[in-house]
């Protein structure tokens, strides 16, 4: 089976622009969540979808970040403005809905704000 | 909240000597515990979980760990490392019943020379 997938790999973009991150589950994987790594730290928790409905977002560090998923499918992640601390590599997971045998996690999506 | 130390940020090893990745978290109630490893420009792959029972867990790659209750540690250890096992390695915990969100350790270089 195809893995979760995230596109882009890298961005590179100013401060104060737009980027939207996109992630694609594990086809038939209810749960979809987005972590964040910030150089030098710990791999922080942002969201958990169940299906299309927001599980619990009480990582989202403020509202400069919107996440979506439509459909109960792929998922985005808006930064909208970009600021410097903005940077670091997203992560998407996902899992089959009442697991716990763990998520697969995607290869990350590397967001540099200049 | 939880919360996961990884003691070292780096360890340097000689190929084919035993590592000793540690970990420890803080929780008063049952959690699973996991180690994922990210090989360089690839994403996270789980090595191993503790859900329940035998205390003693055996990964992929060679790798196995040892929960410790008493202590709350999760140590992951491998008796003969190789060049290939140099990546960053990071300690998750999710609190039981269910999976949930992951709290991560700030992850463990380990570095093997030849």
């Known amino acids: 089976e195809a893995g979760v997938t995230q596109f882009p790999s890298h961005s590179v973009i100013e401060k104060g622009q737009t980027v939207t991150l996109r992630c694609d589950p594990i086809s038939g994987h209810d749960n979809l969540y987005w972590y964040r790594r910030v150089m030098g730290k710990e791999i922080k928790f942002l969201l958990h979808f169940v299906k299309e409905s927001k599980q619990d977002e009480s990582g989202m560090p403020n509202n400069r970040f919107l996440a979506e998923r439509t459909g109960g499918t792929y998922s985005t992640l808006k930064v909208q403005p970009a600021e410097l601390e903005d940077s670091g590599v997203y992560f998407c997971?996902?899992?089959?809905?009442?697991?716990?045998?763990?998520?697969?996690f995607g290869s990350g999506t590397r967001l540099t704000v200049v | 909240a939880q919360s996961v130390t990884q003691l070292d940020s780096q360890v340097p090893v000689f190929e084919e000597a035993p590592v000793e990745l540690r970990c420890n978290y803080s929780s008063s109630v049952s959690v699973y515990l996991f180690w994922y490893v990210q090989y360089p420009n690839q994403g996270l792959q789980l090595l191993l979980k503790y859900l329940s029972g035998s205390t003693l867990v055996k990964g992929i790659n060679g790798f196995e760990a040892e929960f410790n209750k008493s202590q709350t540690s999760f140590h992951l250890r491998k008796p003969s490392v190789h060049i290939s096992d140099t990546a960053e390695y990071f300690c998750?915990?999710?609190?039981?019943?269910?999976?949930?969100?992951?709290?991560f350790g700030r992850g463990t270089q380990l570095t093997v020379w030849p």
């Open positions: 998750a915990v999710s609190r039981g019943s269910t999976l949930g969100r992951l709290y």
């Open positions: 997971a996902s899992s089959p809905w009442g697991t716990v045998a763990g998520y697969t």
